[in-house]
Every structure is written in structure tokens, then in C-alpha cells.
């Protein structure tokens, strides 16, 4: 917090996703996960992340790796702490269900693509507890083929140090903020896994419903398997 408030407004671009990829890595340590990254060096500049959701420690994890601006429904900017954070964070805010507004996002996010910056979203718009895997909204990936940009499947596992899963970080459900964080810290150690599967050209593939499959199939193999 005292970052976001005192040093961004006074630092460029890349100075301030330094800092959020430095505090990201750090907390997630504080809290006692260990971050494994398999296939990381592929991940290239200027693409669409695209993630399962199971915990607001998704976000933590992914900006550890590659500091990015994230897509969020719009209800977040009113969430206590994360919300402001998200404000700080270049979040983009999507209000569901208007197509005007939905345009207007859509532009940003690809002269954010445009400008060579990571974008991050969790296209199943809803969160699970890690073992299963919803269905992926296309249309959420429509700025990437604006933009021409790659898309880059991320699968988001945790694990115990044994290899056995654990819903620990999942927020969903009726689970509170509170709940998911003493269960997290309740764990001595956590391990974070994420699998990086090959990257989409939205060039060869300009089809929105087609990209979400072939995505959502790449992660929920590379789920199964973690």
C-alpha cells in the first residue's frame, strides 16, 4: 500500500510493474507459497494471459512472473484493500453485460498489447476450488485478435509439497477473504505451479470461441496432469 500511494504517481511505466512484480513475489513468499514455473521462458512481450481462476492469489502469482494489467468485472474496484490495489495496479475494469463499455475496453486493452505489455484475465469469469474448470468466455479474448497479440494459456495448480492438492487458496463459493487467507497461512507451505502451455496466434486463428476451446483444453489438460 505504501508503495502504490507514495512511489507510483511519481514513476514511468516500466519502473512501476517492476515494483508490483517485486512486492507480488514477496508477499506470496510472506504467506508461505513457493512459486514453480514450467515453460516460462516462451512467454513473450505483449501478450494475452489466460488463466483458470481459483484464488485471489492467482493474481499475486502472475505478477510475480510477468507484471501485467488485469481485466477485472467491475465490482472489484469496490472491494476493502484489493480494490484500491487493483486501481493502483492498471487494472482494467469491465462492467458485464454492456456492450458499449465492452468496446471501449476492448481498445484500451489492445494499446496495451500494442505497447508490448503483459494483459492477464481469467476468461471462466468465476472462480473454482482448483480440481475442475469452467467454461471459457470467447468474447473476453477479442482484444487480442483486435490487436493481433498471442495468447498465452497459463494452467494455475496448488499443490502441497507432497504433490497432494489442496483447496486452501480457493476463493469461491461462500468462502470470505478471511476464511481463504487463515487457510492459506494454515498451511506450512503451499506450492503454486504454473504450467505454461504453447502460445495461440490469433493470426492463424482469428475466431474468439475457437481460441477459448483450444485454451481451455491446453489448461484443463496440464490441470489434471499438475
Known sequence: MAIAAAAFPFLGPLPRRRLKQWWSARLVRV???????RGGDDVAPGCLLVANHVS???IFIINAA????FISKAEVRQWPLFGWLAVKSETVFLHRGSRGHAKVVNGEIAELLDDGQYVALFPEGTTTDGSTLHNFHGAL???AIDAGALIQP????YRLPDG??????AYDGDVSLGECLRAIVGERRIVARIDVAPALCTRETPDRKALAHTARAAILERIESA
Not at 31 to 37: N, Q, R
Not at 154 to 157: F, G, K, T, V
Not at 164 to 169: I, S
Request: aromatic share 12%; hydrophobic share 60%.
Open 31 to 37: 504467506l508461505g507459497v513457493t512459486l514453480h514455473i
Open 56 to 58: 485471489w492469489l492467482d
Open 66 to 69: 510477468w507484471p501485467a494489467a
Open 141 to 143: 479474448l477479442q482484444p
Open 154 to 157: 497459463l494452467a494455475i495448480a
Open 164 to 169: 497432494r492438492f489442496t483447496r486452501a487458496p
